[in-house]
Structures are given as C-alpha cells and as structure tokens.
C-alpha cells in the first residue's frame, strides 16, 4: 500500500519504528537552512550542497550554525527543553539585537527545505505567569510542507501552541484530538502511520542525522580503554565504543576505505583491532616502532583522527552529518588527509562542516560538489560575506 506520495511502507520502514530510515530508504538532501533570532542570527538563509563548508573569522557566528541545525534534530528527539536549558535558557538564545520596530513578539525560528520535505518551528515566551518555568519557550507555530515548496496545498501538517491539524488522503484536514505540550515539537509527541505519515517519516530522518563538535583525547579520555566487544555501526558521541566501532567497518564497511585513510594520515601504519576477554582496544602498527602501540598510548592528535575514522566512516551513513572544528589537535600535516576522509563520508551522508582553518577549507573548495558558505558581523549580526537580497529569497515563514 503507498500513500499520496507515492512511499511504499515498508520501504518506510514504518511498520519497524525502531529503524532508522536511512538514505537506503529516503534519502533527504537538505538544500536550505533558514535560521531567524537565533543567537547572533537575526535572520539568515543558508543554501546548501552535498558538501558543505561554513567558514568566517572567529565570532562571526559559525558555531551558532551548527548549534541551530541540532537544536532542530533535538526537537525531533524529544530534547527541545533540555538542549535550550544546557545553552543558557531561552534568554540566552534569542536574539539579543534591536528588533526592527520594538514591538515585534520573540521568536526563534528554524527551519530547512528538501526535495522531500519543508519543516518550520517558531518558539515564543508563554503568558505570563506565576510559575517557576514561566520563561520556557512555548511552540508558537510548526508546520511541514510535501517537498520544497512552502504553499497551502502542499501544506500537510499544520501545529499552531497546543492544537494540530493533519491533512489525509484526499486533501482533507483532521484536527488531532489531543493537547500536545507546549514545549515540545509535534514530531517527538505525535505519531499517526495512516494520517500523518510525514510526521513519522521526517521525524526518522531527522534523527539520523549526527554531530560531531569535540571528542574527548585527554589521558582520562573514554577513547583510550578498551571497548565492550559488541557490534558497533555507530560510534558513541563520547567514543567510549571506538575499538567497536572499527572492528565494525573492517567486517561489514568501507574497510579498504578506513586502510586506505590510515596509510594516507600516517605513511606505512597498519590499524589492528586487538580483542579478548569480552573487550576490544586499538592498536596501531607504525613503522620504526618496534611494537604496536594501544588507544592509552596514542598522541592526541592521531587518537582524535582515529575517531574522526570511526565516525565517518560507518556502515550506518545518517543523512546529514555536521562536523564543528573537525581539526581541532591535529598537525596542519594532517589536514589534507582529513579533508579526504571527509570527501569519502560526503559520498553516503551530506556533510556540512564548520571551520576556520585556511588549509582545510581550501583543500574542501577544491572539490566540485563543495559549496562555501563564509559568514561575516554586520553590525553585530552574522550575515552571508558578499551575500545580497538575492541570495536571501525564498523562505517566508508562517505567520503565528
């Protein structure tokens, strides 16, 4: 049986929630990021490739990109509250500029298009109150569109603070007999396979997407003890799971792939995967050394390349995977080989990575699916460098 648009179910995977929809399934290339009164954003639209590159001086604004990008797949996790709060609260967030007529309403509005689906949230503060969390953000408005384009027939699911309406085969809108929370996003709280089956849909996709900002490589860091010998396609966030997880792409992934990355990182080493007792650890066969050295052993520089290994490379690609500061700790001699790793994991998953390192971001530009995005501070906001009113059309958000 398929639905209006034509998906198969069980090529959804629906009737299986818990697996994941990957690009196997759906594949959902992003191509614009539309991001208003966040942080230093007062409003800006991002268009977007396969590879992408986001660049710009120091507090230009590159990390409240990426932060904006997982506050949208939080929601559809369920973790919309809690990421807002570990950032400072809603006051935090917001945008802290002039409005333009100072009597605008706050809102914090994210969003993004794809051929597949155009999804929208709009937070605002709640009435006031006497409760202790009077200053949580409330869901003004969320909405998705079937596809790219932001119409009222294409229009599917319609959330406006506490009531959803669903539209069903044949055009016709249903309200949704319940009250869903105020400070959560329909997609976390509503499920309906037969009429709403985008919700389910987007919300999978969503949720495979992966961040990556900064891995632990500290003397205490969990990358350096042994792993459980469990099978592993993805790689914790803390790494605990690494020796896992590359024994994991040697069996049933990209091996020659991850031989190939280590040999080009560091000339003539070998990785080897050393198991016993229920657990696993790392170990690396460089030549000179007369023995092989473990994960405890390891320079910082080469444990974190080995985990950026680990997670690009897995069996289990996610349809969007965001990098922040990938070459944090490594030497400049390392950069093209990551840049390479990062074209590799481009070819299953759309890569967006933040950086401001000259030699990275040139050896990415030099690929032909990268598109630059460099950002700049005009008057205290972060702006598209060179970008005009041109590049800046095409998203309109919905109304509250």
């Known amino acids: 049986m398929r639905n209006r648009n034509g998906y198969n179910w069980p090529e959804l995977q629906l009737l299986n929630a818990s697996a994941p929809i990957t690009h196997r399934t759906l594949r959902t290339l992003i191509d614009q990021i539309a991001i208003s009164g966040y942080r230093s954003i007062k409003s800006i639209l991002l268009r977007l490739g396969q590879l992408n590159i986001v660049t710009g001086a120091n507090g230009s604004g590159k990390s409240n990109v990426y932060r904006a990008l997982k506050l949208i797949a939080d929601a559809a996790a369920g973790r919309l509250a809690e990421s807002l709060a570990r950032e400072g609260g809603f006051s935090s967030v917001r945008w802290?500029?002039?409005?333009?007529?100072?009597?605008?309403p706050v809102s914090l509005r994210l969003g993004f298009s794809s051929h597949s689906f155009t999804y929208c949230l709009d937070l605002g503060l709640p009435i006031p109150s006497s409760s202790a969390f009077s200053l949580d953000p409330e869901m003004k408005r969320e909405c998705v569109w079937n596809g790219p384009v932001?119409?009222?027939?294409?229009?599917c699911a319609d959330r406006r603070n506490s009531t959803l309406r669903t539209r069903a085969a044949g055009g016709r809108w249903t309200e949704v007999d319940l009250s869903l929370s105020r400070h959560a996003s329909m997609l976390s709280d509503y499920a309906d396979p037969f009429n709403a089956p985008e919700l389910i849909v987007l919300r999978e996709s969503l949720r495979t997407w992966r961040f990556y900002d900064t891995f632990r490589v500290d003397s205490k860091a969990p990358a350096r003890r042994p792993s459980i010998a469990s099978f592993t396609p993805v790689m914790s966030g803390d790494g605990s799971d690494m020796a896992a997880a590359l024994q994991t792409i040697i069996e049933i992934g990209d091996h020659d792939g991850l031989y190939r990355t280590i040999d080009d990182a560091f000339p003539g080493s070998r990785i080897r995967i050393e198991t016993g007792d229920s657990v696993m650890q790392v170990a690396l066969?460089?030549?000179?050394?007369?023995?092989?050295?473990?994960?405890?052993?390891?320079?910082?520089?080469?444990?974190?390349?080995?985990?950026?290994v680990a997670a690009m490379l897995t069996p289990r690609p996610p349809e969007l995977m965001v990098l922040n500061e990938p070459e944090n700790s490594l030497h400049p001699d390392l950069l093209p080989a990551l840049a390479r790793l990062i074209q590799l994991a481009a070819e299953n998953s759309q890569v967006i990575v933040v950086s401001h390192n000259p030699i990275l971001v040139r050896e990415l530009e030099q690929d032909d699916r990268c598109i630059p995005i460099k950002l700049e501070k005009d008057e205290g906001a972060t702006v598209l460098q060179d970008g005009d009113l041109l590049s800046q059309y095409g998203w309109k958000w919905p109304s509250r």
């Open 285 to 308: 066969d460089q030549p000179g050394i007369l023995r092989v050295l473990t994960a405890s052993e390891l320079s910082d520089g080469t444990l974190r390349f080995l985990l950026l």
């Open 150 to 155: 932001m119409d009222s027939k294409s229009l």
């Open 96 to 104: 802290a500029g002039q409005r333009s007529n100072g009597k605008e």
